[in-house]
Each structure stands twice: as C-alpha cells, then as structure tokens.
C-alpha cells in the first residue's frame, strides 16, 4: 500500500496553525496517491503541552479540532495524534490518543499505554494509560496502531524493560499485520540511529512492516529531529524521510530497500549542529521574535552561537556586540570583528570600563579595606549582561547566552552575567565538542576566525586570566563533567576510568553540585545529550551531598 | 499504647546529620516510655530528594543507614521513612518504603503503594510502587503501615478518587487494628486542617487509631508543617505536634480527646507566615549561609521580606539596601530608613543615578532617534540587581528577591533585576495578602512603617509612576490572576464571576502568559497555595495559546 508520513512541525497550543497545517499536507497525501496518511503524536496541540493539559478548554479543543480535521479531508484516510478527556471516574483526565479519520468522521481512537516519565517526560503527570490494545483493520491490513513509547519496550533489544507490557507484541500476538507508530520523540546524540535500530529490531523479530512517523522542530529546550521510517519486514529501509525538516514522505509499503549512509561520530556531530540551528530557530521565532542579539568576547562559544544564529535566522538578522574591559586583550577584540566580518552581521562596541568604574566607585564605601575577589569579575560580566537586555528591551530581539555544557556544570559562568539570554544555545554541548562544531562550522572556508580556535581559553575578567588556572584543561576535565552529569558515575570510578587523580575529580564534583542554583535560573536549553540541564535533569539546591 | 512522633526536620542528602538526629529522637522517644516511634517519609534521605534517586550510592546510603540506626537504638521499636533499591527484573529502580526496626534489625518493610505525581509530585519518576500490604503485627495491634499518599485516597472523601485502589481500607479489610502515617506532606495554605479533616474521616469511618507523623522544615521551595497528629477512632484528637518546629510527640492511644482550636481564614494566614519564615530560615542555612541581603524600596513588599528575614535569621543577620535614583520620592527613603530602624536591622544607602548614568552615556551612540521606554526603566532595575548581586559577593550573603505573586504572574517585575535573588520569599504571595501578613508583623507594634502600608504601591521608575498605570488596583487584579493561574478557569468564567471585564480579564491573561519567560529563570518560589509558581506548575515558554 502506500503510505503517507507527514513529518510536521506543530507549535504547541497553536490550533488553528496546526489545524492547517494537517489539512494541508493531508491534501498533498491524497493528490500524492497515498491511501492513509500519519501524523505526529499530539500533532493537533504540539508536544509537549506540558501543564496546558490541566486546562479542560485545552483539551476539548484538541477534540474539535480533530473531528474539523475528517470534515475537512475525506478525501484519504488519516491517522493524528490529539489529547482527550478519558471517560473513567477514576485517575487522570486526558488520554494521549491516535484518531484514525476516514469518511469525514473520526473511525477509530487508540490510546497511548506506555507513559515515559523519566529525563524530560512527564506523562504519567497527565495521562490515564490505555486499558487496552485493539486492532485497525484497513484495507487488507489489520494494523497496530501506536503511540511513540508504546513501542518502546521491545524484549529482544533493551537488556531491562521498564514496563511490564510491550503492546506491539500483544497487537501482533492478535493478529497485526503492520505496526504504526506515531510519535515525538525528542532528539538527542546518537538517538536517531538509536530508534532506527530498535524499530529494525521490531520489524525483523517479527517479520512485519513498522512504519513511524516523528514530529520535526523545536520546541523549548527539546529539538524533534524527524527522521520518519518505514522498515520491511526483514528490518531493511522502505523509505526516510530528512532530519531537521518538515517532509511528506510516501512509501509503498511493497517497495523495494533503500540504501542507507552509515552514521558514525562525524555524523552524529552534524545532526548537532542541524538541532542547534533548528533549535535556536523555532525558539526565536514561537516566541514570536525575528532577531537576535549576541554578545561577543573574541573566544569560541560566542563565535559558535554566531554562527548558529546567523545560520538559524538569516545574518541580516543577527546583532554582535563587543564589550570590551581593560581586560580584554587586543587580540579578542579583533578576532570578534573578524567573526561578524566573516558571518555579515551587523556588529556593535560598547567598552565597559566607565561603567565599571561607576560601580566600583559607588560601591566603594561598603568594600572599605576588602580585597578585590569575584565580586570584580562578575560585575563586570554582569554590567555586560545588563548591556545586552537593554538592547534586547530598545531593540525587540532575543539575547542567545553563549556559555557550554562545562562552564554551567562547574560553575564558571556568572548569573545575571554572561548567563542572561532567551536561549541557552550551547548549555548542553560540551567544550571540546564546542571546537569541534567551530571546525564543522568552517568545514567550506573560515568563519570562526583560526585565531579564535587556536588561543587558550580565558573570560578575560583580570589580568592574564585563563581557564586553566581555575579548572583543568577541558581535555581533562570534560571526561570526568561527562561521567559524573549524564551517566550519575561516582568519583572514584571516574577516577579509576579518566586516570585522573582523586582530589582533582572530587575538587570537580563539588562545584557541579555548588551550582545547582545558577542552574536553576538559567535559560532554557537546547537539549543535544541524553541528560541535559533542565527539565529532564531535577536536582535540589538546599542539599548536602557527599561526592 | 504510648507512640512517640518524632517530628523532625532532615536536610536533603545529609545522611549522617539526618541519622544522628533519628537516633537522637529515638533514645529521647524511649526514654519518655514511648514503645513505638515513628519517623516521617524519607526521613534518612530527607524529602524531595529528586534526580539523587537516579544515584546508585545515594540509595545503597539510605539502606546502610536504615541498618546502623536498627544497631544503634535496640532498646525502642521504630518505623522510619527510607529509599531501597528495588529487586524486581523491570520498572523503576527505586522504592519508598517504610522500615521496621527492632532489637537491632531491620524486622519488615513495607513499600509505598501510591505515587503522587502531580503538582509538585514525581514519585513515578523513581519509584517502583507495592504490589501489596502487608499487617505488621506489633505488641496486641495489627499495625496498617501507610506512607503519605497511601492515606489519600478515602473514598468517602474524595470526590473523585486519583487511585483505583485503596491501601489503608485494604489493610483495614484484612484486620488492621491501627493505621500509622509516615508522610512528608507540604504546606500550602489549608493544607493542615484538610489533611486532619481527611485523616478524621479515615479514622470514624473505620472506627480505628489513625497516626501520622510528617516531616517540617524547609526544602527549597516546598515548607513541610508538621502538624503530626493522633487521632481517636471517632476522629477526635488525642495528640497533637505543633506546626512549623521540630518536636518529639508522645501520645496515649488509649487516651482522651485533646481540645482543638479552631482554624479560620485568620490562622492560616498566620500559618502562612510561620511557612514564610521557616521556608527563609531553612533555605539560607541549608545552602550554607547565615546572612541576608534585602533591596529596601519603600515599598511593602520589600519591607515584609526584611521582617520576614529578620525573624527567620535574627536582625544582626540582615542587610537593608537602600538604591534611589531620581525618581524615588523621599518618602520611599524614609520608609525603608524607618523600616531598618524598627526592625533594627543594619542599613545601607547606594545610590544609582551615577551608574544610570554611565550606562545610558554607553548606549546613546546604538539608541539615536529612539523614545525612551522601557528599557531606561528595567535599567535601574539592573543596576540595583547587579549592586545586590556584588554585595553578596563581597560579604557572603544571600539576596532575597521580593517580588509579589501578582507581579510575577502579569511579568510587572524585572528579570536580572528585582528578580535577582537566592529565593522568591514572597513569590507565592498574592499583592492582597502581602498587606494582610504586613499587618500581622504589626499585630504588637508597628514594625513595618503605617506610610509603608498606606501609600498607592509604584515602582518608582520614571516619574510619578503608579502600579495603576499598567494593571487595575490589585483588589481587581488578585481574584482575576488566581482564578488563572491557581484553578486554571477560562476567560469568561473568570469576567463572570469577578464582575471584571471581558477586555480587562483577557488582557491580563495574555500578560500571565507572555510572562512565562521571567518565571523560568527566577529564583525558586515558596510555596504556600496549592498552585505556586516553579515546579509544580510546569508551562511551556514558545508556544501559542488563546486566552
């Protein structure tokens, strides 16, 4: 049969858009010759809608607007992911449900059984599950139609199953001929290639068709990379549709393989850069803004942002401002002018050092006979968070933060300072992985100046001040962040495995757990990892904790 | 029988503090002739203790301390709140169990069957739950051993119950004879009365002995009450701890009813102070600190924060800052001076019309052509913001952010500016009841000034500014907000209820949720409705919603 995949990219609450946007690539399904279509999980309201679900007008929307959806298209067979209120009078109000429209009415609902709630995945805060599986019969097919996790669970490729469940096999047990997935499954590093095979690995054990279709775009911290599928029964490739793209894919389910490229580290470094852009673009711009603002201080992270912004919205729309103390070396000023030359965005000065010393001078009386400390370095960090607000404020345009995975895990970064911003593009990518997107970014010619990606790291906010003298190298000290943040590893095993010395790790874990609270007050950030800061990663800040 | 509650307060994570302190209890517990004494939910690990659960050492910790407390008090039976690893092949790895400890060993354990996860609850995000009760038979009783939640779905009290099962009425089916509570249940306002109304109706339903201890103390954002309680198979209260402090409660269980008084809109409000203070006193100390930092507007917010502080820490603790700039009146400088005075709290002055200033010198060549608006008025914000933010640097005390829950419900305050802080002491405070808790901290005396409390609230950033100008009086804003934000009503029925209009309602609406933004990165909130703001109450930033 052939089989339509609309990879859409829905705005959460945005009914009427995503509403057209569905009638519209369900339109383009039929006139392609496709007899059924699939939409995203939660097509109809975006995902994830978060808290919106405890509003009863939320939901009884996403009910409307389904049945306007068969009214709209007769025309083909369609499946949609929506949110219902659940009928039972126990347990929780809304279901995750798949509507199957055909003839102009709503045919058949399915109901999502398998709720994630684990990193950034709530559902069970929501959603009563479903009591039960039933089959789809359509055309010759009798199909198993289900929602993102419900496929999730699969014996044969996960060593210990978090449920107790795996409604695939219950559907195939009574008899499904082809397994539907409707799903939005958030990206992180490697996952693409991750749900691919586990969805080769249901299609292959049991011998049938798995077609699944992801919802594609940004929305808050999370990046949905698409990458819709359909397998043959031997787990080979029918059709893919694009990363990072919105796509109609039709496939026939009868067709022939199609080759497929390898993935390996490089790959998978590119798909960061796309969710970063991707990312960064939707964020802007369902925030309803066009323009962003960053501030650049010569070094890489900020070259980086630059880059991903101007990729993200278009260079006319992406404003670069120097702000250099007397700290700054000649060699950061030219190299951030040098960036935005090379990028063509508009750039802009505004030195610090008066403004400094009106603070300093203000403050003066209180500091009587104290040494300078901190407190210096992250004033003048925070006068530059202050300058940028205020252009954000006069200008409409969002500030993008530019600080990595490394700075926020240890601390080194200043709240209310260089931490201010919409967006946290860079918060979880790690600093060695920074240069790597810097040298991806000038993979056809420079961009980010070589002087920026060859000097030592520093924040410039004293006198010859580098990196290293507060923290070790980022070669050293990235391992160790790495096992400690996103694989909750304890200090002596990640000694034993980075071969770095006890006291250091340890003089490490500490200030990851020291900054909890700058943490918990930064932007959001896009999520590039399997634990990223933010929702997915809930930790307290009024804690002891041995490490 | 006599039953000790050892009310206690444990800090997240502190083992070896939360066990010295147990132990502590339970040697006190037997030395007042209790035989069984019990300890609220978690009390070894402290409660919530989040993502820590995700942590193999921090578990396998709670389970080793289990165990030396069982060595280290064989001379009384105690029930205490634990996390254990679960041993099933599939789910979550994690239980919340309650241990029985007796002549030195660990004599039976019961898990926690139901997991809240709403609002500010993620139990299912860790937590395996019970696949059974089990009675613990303990001298003549047949004990029901319940945690929290396990007691919270009365179906004679509950309209429509969350769980299709109920543990305590199972347990009282197979010859329970007393029903014990460990809970860490969190205050919000009428939160004790309709916890005890609830355990009441469980206790004459059954006709049985209800106990149950909770956790008090601050842990971040959430304050824990006390308020453990015995209650008499007729309901009636044969014991009672009090709310807001540690203490040892030993009850007869075959003792006389105990007075009660009664509670009303005046005792709550009372109540909700009290949580103000602990939830400031905890969160300064817990993170390590002894010293806070206040910005003093004038105003009556900023003036309740410092009483607030001063009684959570003790006036030699607190730092008032005075900042005006040019469109401060001098009645605003004169309050806040009166304010230090009475509260005796030292005070400093830094004005910030100098630094205004520099800035606005800075930002003069990129703003040519443009109208002043609101960038000039969030600057001095910042300024201050910033000034607050070097002063706790420099001298090692928190800031306290005061903003008003009315305020960071329409966005009317400063991100990076009034925003800044270590904790929203009054972010879960709607602008009517700051007054109301100004006049309780003036019920001996003035403490805060009457010109404080008289004068039209302004936020004295451009001249002759009203908190009018932007919003309706607060009388008229507060009900429209809370309809909002705290029960989630529509439109219309929010205009049909308050009397407000149509127009005036929707366009403070949009203003809650162009607002998102700022609550994302303010500092964590004091909780004390059953809808605050942080992670209870979890709302995407770039999505689209009708109002």
Known sequence: MKLGLAQINPTVGDFEGNKNKIIQYARQAAERGAELVLFPE????????????????????????????????????IIVGFVQRSTESVGKRVRNSAAFLKDGEVKFVQQKMLLPYYDVFDEQRYFEPAARQELLPFDSEK??????????????????????????????????T?????????????????????????????????????????????????????????????????????ELLIVDTDGPAIPQPETNADTELVDVYHALVLGTRDYVRKCGFERAIIGLS????????????????????????????????????TDALALAKNLGIRVEQIPIAGTFDTFDAALAPLFTGMPRDLTEENLQSRIRGTLLMALSNKLGALVLSTGNKSEMSVGYCTLYGDMV??????????????????????????????????????????????????????????????????????????????????KL??????????????RQ???????????????GRRFPIAAKVQV
């Not at 009910?63 to 298209?73: D, F, L, P, Q, S």
Request: glycine content about 8%.
């Open 505 to 518: 790790v340890q003089a490490m874990l500490k200030l990851v757990e020291r900054s909890e609270y700058k």
């Open 42 to 77: 939660m097509a109809v309201c975006g995902y994830p809608p978060a808290d919106f679900l405890d509003k009863q007008d939320f939901v009884q929307c996403s009910e409307e607007v389904v049945a306007e959806i068969a009214r709209a298209v007769p025309e083909i067979a």
């Open 521 to 535: 007050q930064a932007a959001p950030v896009l999520k590039v990892t399997a634990k990223s800061f933010g929702p």
């Open 298 to 333: 010569g070094g890489v992270d900020s070259a980086l942002v630059a880059a991903i912004a101007a990729d993200a919205l278009g260079k006319e729309n992406v404003l670069g401002v120097l702000m250099p103390s007397e700290y700054s070396s000649s060699g950061s000023v």
């Open 421 to 502: 911003g919409a967006l946290a593009v860079l918060g979880d990518v790690w600093k060695t992985d920074v240069y790597k997107l810097a040298r991806y970014v000038n993979r056809d010619g420079e961009r980010i100046p070589e002087s920026t990606l060859s000097k030592p790291p520093s924040a410039e906010l004293r006198p010859g001040q580098m990196d290293t003298d507060s923290l070790p190298p980022y070669e050293v000290l990235d391992p160790i962040l790495k096992a400690y943040v996103e694989h909750y590893q304890q200090a002596q095993d990640i000694a034993a495995h980075t071969g770095a010395p006890m």
């Open 143 to 176: 199909m198993a139609v289900t929602i993102c996790e419900d496929a999730w669970n699969d014996g044969d490729f996960w060593l210990r199953p978090l449920y107790n469940v795996d409604p695939v096999e219950l559907l195939l047990k009574a008899g499904a």
């Open 178 to 246: 082809m397994v539907l997935n409707i799903s939005s499954s958030p990206f992180h590093r490697g996952k693409p290639a991750l749900r691919q095979r586990m969805l080769a690995t249901v299609a292959r054990s049991h011998g049938k068709v798995v077609a699944m279709v992801n919802q594609v775009g940004g929305n808050d911290g999370l990046v949905f990379d698409g990458n819709s599928v359909v397998l043959g029964p031997d787990g080979s490739v029918l059709g893919h549709a694009q990363s990072f793209v919105e």
